[in-house]
């Protein structure tokens, strides 16, 4: 039997790279899923890829009416939540705070906070018990990084929504947790090393591979790995805690 069979999961993010790998992921072990995401003409290429077992809602993560519209969409479209990976977020800028824009701040803290949170208001109520909720929070929510305050504060904000949605929820049965990848081989890190190193990207990159005692980023595909295992039933007495992926920097 496949580790999903009969379950449903709702993806926010769901355009980006480590949103549709898990969502890939999740149909080969046989979960339905519906994709969350702003960008709808990338939803619908997503989706028409992944065949019947997908459907998308576009939406906008940080306003209160499409974040109920979407949970109550997906419960209309297949009938239940079992899985919630509240997944949506953006990078910001590479600034010191000193010249950090205010609107970019409050941007970024809008998806990655507001967002993560109107997730948890709207979806747990749909979500049937037992199942289980994944947070995608990073290392900068464990740490820090000079130059990239924004995404950090956010991301350390997700780890307290975590851990308050995993007690509340704890009577029902569902499981909160949260991952906290280092540099994913994707679109944001692009952006992150260009921010970094203005047309040198490719020079950031190495270093920050350097950095990591693996040597590498990791691929979408293992960090969706990490969350199918959140998401199985192999995860049942896991709950509030934070799961960290990133090629051993958090050794050093």
């Known amino acids: 039997m496949k580790r999903l069979e009969n379950k449903v999961a709702l993806i926010t993010g769901g355009a980006g790279s480590i949103g549709q790998t898990t969502a890939k992921l999740f149909i080969e ?16 290429k997503v989706t028409s890829e992944l065949g019947d077992q997908a459907a998308y809602v576009a939406a906008n993560v940080t306003v209160a009416a499409d974040v109920e519209r979407y949970a109550k969409e997906a419960v209309k479209k297949f009938g239940k939540i079992d899985i919630f990976f509240n997944n949506a977020g953006i990078e910001g800028v590479v600034k010191p705070i000193t010249e950090f824009p205010e609107d ?5 803290m809008a998806v990655n906070v507001k967002g993560v949170f109107l997730g948890c208001k709207y979806v747990l109520p749909e979500m049937k018990d037992g199942s289980s909720m994944i947070i995608t929070s990073s290392v900068a929510g ?72 693996l040597g590498r980023y990791a691929a979408p595909l293992e960090i969706a790995k990490l969350v199918l295992f959140l998401g199985s039933d192999d995860s049942q007495f896991i709950t509030g805690a934070q799961y960290v992926i990133d090629g051993g920097s958090s050794a050093k």
């Not at 072990?29 to 939803?43: C, M």
């Not at 970019?104 to 970024?108: A, P, S, Y």
């Open 29 to 44: 072990e046989g979960a339905k899923v519906v994709l969350v995401d702003l960008d709808e003409a990338a939803l619908k």
């Open 142 to 213: 464990l740490g820090a990084s000079p130059n990239f305050v924004a995404y950090t504060t956010s991301k350390h904000a997700t780890l307290g929504i975590m851990k308050t949605a995993a007690l509340e929820a704890a009577p029902r049965k569902i499981r909160v947790n949260s991952i906290h990848p280092s540099p994913v081989d994707n679109r944001m890190m692009r952006s992150i090393e260009e921010g970094y190193e203005p047309g040198k990207a490719a020079d950031m990159q190495k270093t920050f591979a350097a950095g990591i005692p």
């Open 104 to 108: 970019i701040f409050d941007k970024v």
